[in-house]
Nanobody, 119 residues
């Protein structure tokens, strides 16, 4: 079993910055990718950014130049630095990870952390 624990959500004013982190723990051989998704009520969950082992990160167009995903800190941890936040960035942000097990792999989700951008 794999657990993803997110932290860092909260309330921020438009134009402000906020950082999220997600740590993966449990039983797995390796992490193939880690990503951040977000969801607002009544809408589908959407990919915000993904970082895949050996590849450049990819971002949804609306956050390019403002958000940065990275994994250079603690082991099995992914970060999302969000700058120049807009009210439309308000959502529950979910961490997602694809891992390699002894046999096969799995895709896992965190419980989400709320980001509210409002004055």
């Amino acid at each position: 079993q794999v657990q993803l624990v997110e932290s860092g959500g909260g309330l921020v004013q438009p134009g402000g910055s906020l950082g999220l982190s997600c740590s993966a723990s449990g039983s797995f051989f390796a992490i193939d990718y880690m990503a951040w998704y977000r969801q607002v009520p009544g809408k589908q969950r959407e990919l915000v950014a993904r970082i895949t082992s050996g590849r450049s990160p990819n971002y949804r167009d609306s956050v390019k130049g403002r958000f940065t995903i990275s994994s250079g800190g603690a082991k099995n941890t992914v970060y999302l630095q969000m700058n120049s936040l807009k009210p439309e960035d308000t959502a529950v942000y979910y961490c997602n990870a694809g891992v390699v097990h002894r046999i096969g792999g799995g895709d896992y989700w965190g419980n989400g952390t709320l980001v509210t951008v409002s004055s």
